[in-house]
């Protein structure tokens, strides 16, 4: 059976014979059991294809097949991957509804979305016998590895084959034992290219920035793709080597009109301004403050290769395909955000796969990785460690008190509520394993007791309440905190929404106020900008030492700035200067406000409190960033903030002037002018004298004047 299967598979893709890495795996069974496996081999050493001859073989056997990634980035990736299979079967992916699940014979989705559909929607996933998991090595990451570990759980539990794939893991026998798995482990040596590491030592240097730029430069060993550890150090250093590179005034006007139209504006804030004079000179950086275009932008020109040096955040090391020639590892350490002054060392694992992207078959004949010492300490100790591969132990994250908490409320909210199916669910879990054979004198393990402390906190923080012999049930605040976070998979912990429903228990209302806006920037991380670092904006802290607040940071001009410069529709670049936050992050940033709005608002509903009427219009505002008149617009096919903002200026400045003499809000002024020039003169103002308006937009414009005048 296996050879016809291997004969099959190398047909569709027109290769000749299997990797090392597929070999080893047909040869420990693969293709003639059900076995689970672990394959753990270098990149791009064909971990993919020993998942393809897995699904072969389950598609043969009538199976459905799920192949879980860890971001959706992914998605599209695997499909390109898996097109072979498209002719035949049928491939459900980005976008796909979850009805369709049903009929697909392959479903690519994330590891999150599987293990909600697990839990909610069972049926859904029924016929599912088989289960590539990619990149197992997430295990490791303190805020993934909890999303991982329970969409294993859950697989274990279904009795569905497991087959997970990884550069790297340590203790093969442990996840091997837990997973009940044969493990497959590939050589480094097994790689096409072998990476070449070495370190770039900084320790003397004074201007460090400066001197790794000169390094790279001198060695010219580019595409280069140098990971930071910060937001600000991938900017610093793009701009410290586009001061090395000469200038391509031709780029430049192609790249200035690109610009102009992804963001739908002439005017740039600084951030955006730096990336466009980095890439005129064939550099640039890459993190989740930048606008989510402009990310997309540059991941496409790296690839074309329109960029030789790229500094980007360590999020990007996960999965998306960006191939390199060589691999920089600019910071060894990051700040501890749990522990005021504290640093932690990237782990191991963590540069194996970044270093990973450099050298890939392909693209590339050669591979180069660097690690960068910047003193003493990292250059005698760090550095030496990372470059023998020394991997870390793999420690589950559900014990960590917030995801033990987070999944007691998601098994509650999917009906598996009592004592004995919470405690069945952890029985299987990577923690309950690894707990068990830790041996600690005078105290045993005992996970009736870690479940049984989790409930007594969740019971009196109000989220859950015990129903006897029933089991649990979800509070109406439990309901509303599981459902945002569940089907949000938003990371935020619980304790933030225990405070915002302490406010709405203050201000007895839901109300349209900064006060909520103040309070959700304070409490969730995710929901605020970042000031822009050693500047001040005297208005801002005149304002709060007003109200009583001495010490200001990002929450404080972060709310602000959303109310006073997002909200009433100024634009980027000026509420970049004027506010002193970083504004490129105001859509991501401005939705992540609205959907928790949208979490206020239901606690208010739940709990019986009165919703001020403009409650609603106040969270479309936070979404939309306009003002109260203009919203009406911004629900128009394609009239965005920005033509908006054009039309207000314009009723403002010409309109309401000493010609027209209109009053009144926006629609009435528009209603005016219609009335005095008519169809044909609406459109003519509009199509000639307002930017951003053309012919489509002054109809839908003109339409919806028309409309509400009918209304009357």
Not at 59 to 79: F, R, T
Not at 158 to 176: N, Q, W
Not at 595 to 607: D, F, N, T
Request: charged letters at 30%; hydrophobic letters at 40%.
């Amino acid at each position: 059976m296996s050879d016809g299967l291997v004969k099959e598979w190398l047909q569709l893709k027109g290769w000749k014979e299997l990797y090392i890495t597929q070999k080893l795996a047909v040869e420990a069974g693969l293709l003639e059991s059900e076995d689970n496996f672990v394959i753990i081999a270098p990149t791009a050493s064909g971990k993919t294809g020993v998942a393809e001859l897995a699904m072969l073989k389950a598609l043969h056997s009538g199976q459905h097949i799920v192949y879980l990634v860890p971001l959706k980035a992914l998605i599209s990736e695997k499909e390109k991957n898996f097109a072979g299979f498209s002719k035949m079967y049928k491939i459900a992916g980005a976008g796909t509804p979850l009805k369709d699940w049903i009929s697909a014979h392959i479903v690519i989705t994330t590891f999150e979305l599987f293990y909600r559909t697990m839990l909610t929607a069972p049926d859904i996933v029924k016929n599912f016998r088989l289960a590539i998991v990619d990149e197992f090595h997430i295990l490791y990451d303190k805020l993934r590895g909890f999303n991982l570990e329970k969409v294993l759980t859950i697989l274990k539990d279904s009795g569905m084959r497991i087959v997970c794939l990884s550069a790297t893991f340590e203790d093969k026998k442990e996840i091997g034992e837990w997973l009940e798995a044969n493990v497959v482990e590939v050589p480094q040596a097994a790689r096409k290219i072998q990476i070449k590491p070495d370190i770039i030592d900084l320790a003397e240097c004074v201007d460090k920035n400066c001197e790794l730029c000169k390094i790279l430069k001198t060695k010219s060993q580019s595409p280069y793709l140098a990971f930071c550890t910060t937001k600000d150090s991938t900017r610093t250093r793009a701009l410290e080597m586009a001061k090395l590179l000469e200038k391509d005034d031709n780029l430049e006007k192609k790249l200035l009109e690109a610009f102009e139209k992804m963001l739908k504006r002439t005017q740039f804030t600084s951030m955006e301004q730096d990336l466009l004079d980095c890439l005129c000179r064939g550099t640039a950086f890459y993190h989740s403050g930048l606008h989510s275009k402009l990310r997309d932008f540059v991941k496409r020109l790296y690839v074309n290769r329109f960029i030789d040096y790229l500094f980007a955040t360590t999020g990007l090391a996960y999965g998306v395909n960006l191939p390199a020639k060589t691999v920089i590892l600019c910071d060894l350490s990051f700040y501890n955000p749990n522990v005021a002054g504290s640093r932690d060392y990237i782990p191991t694992y963590m540069y194996i796969q970044m270093a990973g992207r450099a050298g890939r078959p392909g693209y590339e004949t050669e591979g180069y990785s660097y690690v960068v010492a910047k003193n003493v300490a990292e250059r005698e100790y760090w550095a030496p460690k990372i470059m023998k591969n020394k991997i870390e132990r793999a420690i589950s994250r559900i014990g960590h008190d917030e995801y033990f908490r987070k999944a007691i409320l998601e098994l509650i909210y999917s009906g598996r509520n009592t004592d004995d199916k919470i405690r069945q669910f952890f029985e299987k879990t990577f923690y309950n394993f690894q707990s068990k054979k830790i041996q600690k004198p005078f105290i045993s393990f005992d996970l009736f007791e870690a479940i049984k402390g989790h409930i007594v906190y969740l019971n009196k923080q109000g989220l859950i309440v015990p129903m006897g012999v029933a089991g649990y049930q979800l509070t109406d605040f439990g309901k509303v905190v599981v459902g945002f976070l569940f089907w949000t998979f938003s990371n935020y912990e619980i304790e933030p929404f225990v405070e915002l429903k302490k406010l709405l228990d203050r201000e007895g209302e839901v109300s349209p106020s900064f006060d909520v806006l103040y309070a959700l920037s304070t409490l969730f991380g995710g929901a605020r900008l970042s000031k822009i670092r050693r500047k001040t904006s005297p208005k801002i802290e005149e304002f709060y030492e007003n109200i009583g607040v001495t010490e200001f940071g990002h929450p404080e001009y972060s709310a602000y700035a959303v109310l006073y410069g997002w909200m009433e529709n100024k634009d980027e670049y000026e509420i970049e200067s004027e506010f002193k936050v970083h504004s490129s992050q105001l859509p991501q940033i401005a939705y992540e406000l609205y959907k928790l709005l949208e979490v206020y608002e239901s606690l208010g509903k739940k709990m019986n409190y009165k919703i001020n009427p403009k409650f609603k219009e106040f969270r479309e505002r936070v979404r939309e960033g306009v003002t109260a008149e203009e919203l009406p617009f911004v629900k128009l096919k394609q009239i965005g903030r920005e033509t908006a903002r054009e039309l207000s200026k314009y009723a403002r400045t010409v309109l309401m002037g000493p010609s027209w003499k209109f009053k009144g809000p926006l629609l009435e002024v528009l209603k005016q002018l219609h009335r005095k020039v008519g169809d044909e003169g609406f459109l003519k103002v509009h199509i000639q004298y307002v930017p951003n308006v053309g012919e489509i937009k002054a109809k839908r414009i003109l339409d919806f004047v028309k409309k509400s005048q009918e209304k009357l």
